[in-house]
């Protein structure tokens, strides 16, 4: 019996279309996010400011005039007015940046290393080194930040450096409680378990296993942290416990300019301005960082 073969379809290639990883989500919800991205396009622009302060002042932010002091606003070659020893203060203000960023950022990166590794260790070991870290680190926790700074300040002296190291002082007892917290939950996740029944070390698990799903949750809190820095640097400042003078910086320079706030109101709240508006920037990018990161679901 004949038959006819009919000819066989070739079968089509299946194009598998890799799923985005976690922080590829991440980034793509924090990009729709428009009110973080705001913040994170101000954010960027007082970087630079600050990064090219030195070239693109308009005049010496150093020089001073007493014949051209308090300067109201929009005065010709002075936009922004002068300060009290009728110095530029639109080039204090760009120049400002620096002290006043690094003195926002510094504290925390430096918190974030030290307060991470406290809270891993006390963390993944527990037991009695678990309570006698965290009652250590409540001892310090237990105090307000702003009086803490102001007395380990008062303590050290004045200066940058001693205002570095008490904001640190500040902010680690903070991370590590929530260094503490998020290895403690994933310390007792199956994987962990599993890398310990096969025989590797504590260090090989912490490295592989449980720093990677540790530090986002603490990065995302330590950036929190920034504005407060901020405000607590510009208040040390202003009290003159932080940076010392002739030195441009927002909060010394808000402490400089208060005996103008009746002639020229305007003029001694320009630094105060600037401390609010980097303090909301980086407090928004914060909060669009930390849903984009708790919304896993998403798309």
């Excluded at 976690?22 to 400011?49: E, I, K, N, P, T």
């Excluded at 010394?252 to 320009?270: C, D, E, H, K």
């Excluded at 914060?286 to 679901?297: T, V």
Aim: proline fraction near 6%; include cysteine; hydrophobic fraction near 55%.
């Amino acid at each position: 019996m004949s038959s006819t073969l009919a000819p066989r379809r070739r079968a089509l290639p299946v194009t598998v279309q890799p799923s985005p990883g976690y922080w590829q989500s991440v980034l793509h919800r924090l990009l729709r996010d428009r009110v973080a991205m705001a913040a994170g396009a101000v954010v960027l622009l007082l970087l630079l400011m600050a990064a090219l302060g030195p070239w693109i002042t308009p005049a010496d932010p150093y020089a001073a005039s007493m014949l051209k002091r308090l300067k109201p606003i929009g005065t010709p070659g002075f936009v922004l007015g002068t300060d009290e020893l009728g110095r530029d203060l639109m080039s204090r203000l760009m120049i400002g940046a620096r002290l006043s960023l690094f003195m926002g950022l510094a504290p925390v990166l430096c918190a974030f290393v030290f307060g991470s590794l406290i809270g891993l260790v006390a963390g993944y070991a527990g037991g009695p080194l678990n309570t006698v870290i965290m009652r250590t680190i409540d001892v310090f926790y237990a105090f307000p930040s702003v009086l803490l700074a102001i007395a380990l300040s008062g303590a050290l002296g004045a200066g940058i450096l001693n205002s570095l190291v008490a904001l640190t002082v500040v902010f680690v007892p903070q991370i590590a409680r929530v260094a503490e917290a998020v290895t403690t939950q994933v310390r007792n996740r199956d994987y962990v378990d599993a890398a310990r029944a096969s025989g590797a070390s504590a260090f090989t698990i912490v490295r592989v296993h449980v720093l990677g799903n540790v530090l986002g949750p603490i990065f995302v809190y330590s950036t929190s942290l920034i504005s407060v820095s901020m405000i607590l640097a510009s208040g040390l400042s202003f009290l003159g416990l932080g940076v010392k003078p002739p030195e441009p910086e927002w909060g010394l320079m808000l402490n400089t300019l208060r005996t103008a706030i009746y002639t020229q109101p305007a003029v001694a709240a320009l630094p105060g301005v600037m401390i609010f508006i980097t303090s909301v920037s980086f407090n928004l990018l914060s909060d669009g960082l930390r849903s984009a990161m708790d919304n896993k679901g998403a798309a």
